[in-house]
């Protein structure tokens, strides 16, 4: 049994350094009933997951401008925040399962809601 939150029963966090992508991520967990908050960057998504304790899953881009990538993001809340689900995603870099922290999901782009739905209920 996962001891993660329930998505259905928390937020999301779409981290997201490309402004159409993130709108569009932001959208379709929307209209499939989730609800949703964003980040720009790896850094203003620490520093709401300090601020917020009710998020539930983390979706991130690996590739962002900052003080770390969505890979560091989600090695540290893994390591912060265990009960937060993982999911990964990149256009430019192809990563297993198995290397997303904490038994998180990869979801590469360009995605589908159903793909971003399935992996959110898978990472545990």
């Excluded at 937020?11 to 609800?35: H, Q, S």
């Excluded at 430019?92 to 971003?116: E, I, L, T």
């Amino acid at each position: 049994m996962s001891l993660k939150r329930a998505p259905e029963a928390s937020i999301i966090l779409v981290v997201e350094d490309d402004d159409l992508v993130r709108m569009n991520a932001v959208a379709l967990l929307e209209d499939a009933g989730f609800a949703v908050i964003e980040a720009r960057h790896a850094d203003e998504a620490w520093f709401i997951l300090h601020e917020r304790s009710d998020i539930g899953v983390l979706f991130t881009d690996v590739d962002m401008p900052g003080s770390m990538c969505g890979m560091t993001l989600s090695e540290r809340v893994h390591q912060a925040w265990p009960d937060i689900r993982l999911v990964l995603t990149s256009g430019r870099h192809r990563f297993a399962d198995r290397d997303v922290p904490d038994h998180g999901q990869f979801v590469p782009k360009p995605y589908n809601q159903a793909q971003v739905v399935r992996a959110i209920h898978r990472a545990d």
